[in-house]
């Protein structure tokens, strides 16, 4: 069984900065693209960056220049590091991990996610 989890949400100020980290725990499992998604108040869930597993990244416009997704391989965790923040980044945060196992074959895994809050 493989399990995400994501940690480090929490209220800023705009202007500040936040680092989540995701971690996929389990046993017998190979992780491939990795990804941070984040869903505001009565809107639908949206890419904001993603890693390949040879470090390969992608981001939407709108947070390009401000965050910044890396990896630990041996340590099977996703970094977002989000500076600049203003308030449209307010949202609930999730981390998804396509992930191989010899039980369940290639599936997505999803975090329960982790609320970001940008006020003053």
């Known amino acids: 069984q493989v399990q995400v989890v994501e940690s480090g949400g929490g209220l800023v100020q705009p202007g500040g900065s936040l680092r989540l980290s995701c971690a996929a725990s389990?046993?017998?499992?190979?992780?491939?693209?990795m990804g941070w998604h984040r869903q505001a108040p009565g809107k639908e869930r949206r890419l904001v960056a993603s890693?390949?597993?040879?470090?390969?990244?992608n981001y939407v416009p709108s947070v390009e220049g401000r965050f910044t997704i890396s990896r630990d391989n041996a340590k099977n965790t996703v970094y977002l590091q989000m500076n600049s923040l203003k308030p449209e980044d307010t949202a609930v945060y999730y981390c998804?991990?396509?992930?191989?196992?010899?039980?369940?074959?290639?599936?997505?895994?999803w975090g329960q996610g982790t609320q970001v809050t940008v006020s003053s």
């Open positions: 890693i390949s597993s040879l470090g390969d990244t």
């Open positions: 389990g046993s017998d499992f190979k992780i491939y693209t």
């Open positions: 998804n991990a396509l992930i191989t196992t010899a039980s369940n074959g290639l599936n997505t895994y």
